[in-house]
T-cell receptor
Framework: NAGVTQTPKFRVLKTGQSMTLLCAQD?????MYWYRQDPGMGLRLIHY???????AKGEVPDGYNVSRLKKQNFLLGLESAAPSQTSVYFC?????????????FGPGTRLLVL | SQKIEQNSEALNIQEGKTATLTCNYT??????LQWYRQDPGRGPVFLLL?????KEKRKERLKVTFDTTLKQSLFHITASQPADSATYLC????????????FGKGTRLHILP
């Protein structure tokens, strides 16, 4: 099992450009999450999904959109990137059934917006 | 809103001693509380979970306690080793809202040889 994978690993964008971050998991997990991690701020939840076709807002959703068209994939989109979106983005997943509490994280995507 | 505070940004401990990290929370009672380890350039890795009705949990050299009166969890690493150096994150799931998990900012632990 690859677990949780994220694509790309690193990206540089100019202000106003768009991009999509891909998260894929092969553990058949129902729940998936997107977090951003900034120095001194910890992990903050952007959006999450409790199942295919459903998404919900987290703490810091503004400027991001998500889609969960397939159970194994959770996409995070930036329509018009801003320097404030420079961060490390982590995807995580967990199952709905036991052991349901543990989140499995991907390796992260480092995004720099100039 | 729910807040989590990890009391130290960084902690230096001599090898062989016990490292103790603190996590405090406010407002709602969590359904459970978790501890994760994060190494530089990597995603967090789950270590231990403790539920609201549990006082203590152990796993090898790790021990977690949960005091719902103090609204605090303590994370202990006994016989600490340089390989234990990492950032440790506390996370809690809100009662009846455990599809959301809130993370603390983390404590950077340095085990000095």
């Amino acid at each position: 099992n690859a677990g949780v994978t994220q694509t790309p690993k690193f990206r540089v964008l100019k202000t106003g450009q768009s991009m999509t971050l891909l998260c894929a998991q092969d553990m058949n997990h129902e729940y998936m999450y997107w977090y951003r991690q900034d120095p001194g701020m910890g992990l903050r939840l952007i959006h999450y999904s409790v199942g295919e076709g459903t998404t919900a807002k987290g703490e810091v959703p503004d400027g991001y959109n998500v889609s969960r068209l397939k159970k194994q994939n959770f996409l995070l989109g930036l329509e018009s990137a801003a320097p404030s979106q420079t961060s490390v983005y982590f995807c995580a997943s967990r199952p709905r059934t036991a052991p349901r509490e543990t989140q499995y994280f991907g390796p992260g995507t480092r995004l720099l917006v100039l | 809103s729910q807040k989590i505070e990890q009391n130290s940004e960084a902690l230096n401990i001599q090898e062989g001693k016990t490292a103790t990290l603190t996590c405090n929370y406010t407002n709602y009672s969590p359904a459970y509380l978790q501890w994760y380890r994060q190494d530089p350039g990597r995603g967090p890795v789950f270590l231990l979970l403790i539920r609201e009705n549990e006082k203590e949990k152990r796993k090898e050299r790790l021990k977690v306690t949960f005091d719902t009166t103090l609204k605090q969890s303590l994370f202990h690493i006994t016989a600490s080793q340089p390989a234990d150096s990492a950032t440790y994150l506390c996370a809690l799931a809100i009662m009846n809202r455990d599809d959301k998990i809130i993370f603390g900012k983390g404590t950077r632990l340095h085990i000095l040889p």
